[in-house]
Nanobody, 118 residues
Framework: QVQLVESGGGLVQPGGSLRLSCAASTSRSISSIYAMGWYRQAPGKQRELVAAITSGDSTNYADSVKGRFTISRDNAKNTVYLQMNSLKSEDTAVYYC??????????WGKGTLVTVSS
C-alpha cells in the first residue's frame, strides 16, 4: 500500500517557477518502487505523463517539458519532486503523482492544481 500526497501547486505567472512535492506514505523506501512519476490533466484533455524516475534513477520527460522541468527524489524523505521552470499557460493542469510498484500495483495521489496565468 502506498499513499501519495501532492503539494506545491498554485497560481504563477508565465515564465515563473514552482516546485511540486509528492510525499509517499509506505512501509518501503521509494527507492525500491519501480517508478514514480508526475502526470497532468488539463481541462478537456487526457491525462498525460510529464516526467518519471525509476528505481535505477533513469528519468523520462514529455517532449513539451524537456529542458524546463526536472524530476528528482529524496529517498530519506520518501518524497519525489517536480521542479518546473519557465512555465507556460499550456502547463496549466492538475498534476498527479504516480507510483508503479509492479505491473498490477499502481497508486495515484489526488492531485494539485497548477495555474499559469498573468
Amino acid at each position: 500500500q502506498v499513499q501519495l500526497v501532492e503539494s506545491g501547486g498554485g497560481l504563477v505567472q508565465p515564465g515563473g517557477s514552482l516546485r511540486l512535492s509528492c510525499a509517499a506514505s509506505t512501509s518501503r523506501s521509494i527507492s525500491s518502487i519501480y517508478a514514480m512519476g508526475w502526470y497532468r490533466q488539463a481541462p478537456g484533455k487526457q491525462r498525460e505523463l510529464v516526467a518519471a524516475i525509476t528505481s535505477g534513477d533513469s528519468t523520462n520527460y514529455a517532449d513539451s517539458v524537456k529542458g524546463r522541468f526536472t524530476i528528482s527524489r529524496d529517498n530519506a524523505k520518501n518524497t519525489v519532486y517536480l521542479q518546473m521552470n519557465s512555465l507556460k499557460s499550456e502547463d496549466t493542469a492538475v498534476y498527479y503523482c504516480n507510483a508503479v510498484v509492479t505491473s498490477v500495483m499502481t497508486y495515484w495521489g489526488k492531485g494539485t492544481l497548477v495555474t499559469v496565468s498573468s
